[in-house]
């Protein structure tokens, strides 16, 4: 999967196809954020820090070390724009991102988990032919209810505890 595809698919077959004002449930995945005005970072150029100052209309020093353009940059709420974002907001819905590294949160994790526990269930055969048949077998196995269960299931074991961690 590529940043490319996926957001070809996020814009011809997602947005089309969800209710209006939609919550869309991101995870952090590299191809599902891409940058459009990526935020500069210490391990940036002085020379890259520089264009995106200029490309901001944000002033500096003329001859400023690199150790001073990034504080500047440092103090600026800069927050990085991820094209999903922007094709769900020109549509009307909005994106959250769960926090990384927790795929708990995440019911598409426990569908991809059922398809995949059909294919090595059902798997006979060994070859790629077999495999794409199995999984779109799969595919059928998460049925609109079986994925409201697993979304419930998120949030009574794993959404709520964290609420009550956080005393919210």
Not at 5 to 12: L, S, T
Not at 138 to 164: C, I, M, N
Request: contains cysteine; glycine residues 4%.
């Amino acid at each position: 999967m590529t940043g490319e595809h996926f957001e070809e698919w996020f814009r011809d077959k997602l947005l089309p196809n969800v209710q209006p004002n939609c919550l869309i449930v991101m995870d952090n995945a590299s191809y599902h954020s891409r940058f459009d005005d990526p935020v500069p970072t210490k391990s940036w150029t002085k020379k890259r820090m520089i264009e995106w100052l200029d490309s901001h209309d944000i002033s500096y020093p003329e001859k400023a070390l690199k150790s001073e353009i990034w504080s500047i940059i440092h103090k600026i709420d800069a927050s990085p724009r991820y094209v999903i974002n922007g094709m769900a907001a020109a549509s009307g819905h909005e994106v959250v991102r769960l926090p990384v590294a927790h795929c708990t949160l995440n019911p598409i994790e426990l569908a991809w988990a059922q398809v995949k526990g059909h294919i090595k269930e059902n798997n006979t055969r060994f070859n790629l032919d077999e495999i794409k048949r199995l999984a779109l077998e799969g595919f059928d196995v998460v049925t609109p209810e079986r994925w409201a269960s697993l979304v419930k299931h998120v949030q009574d074991k794993f959404e709520d505890h964290y609420w009550q961690v956080d005393g919210l």
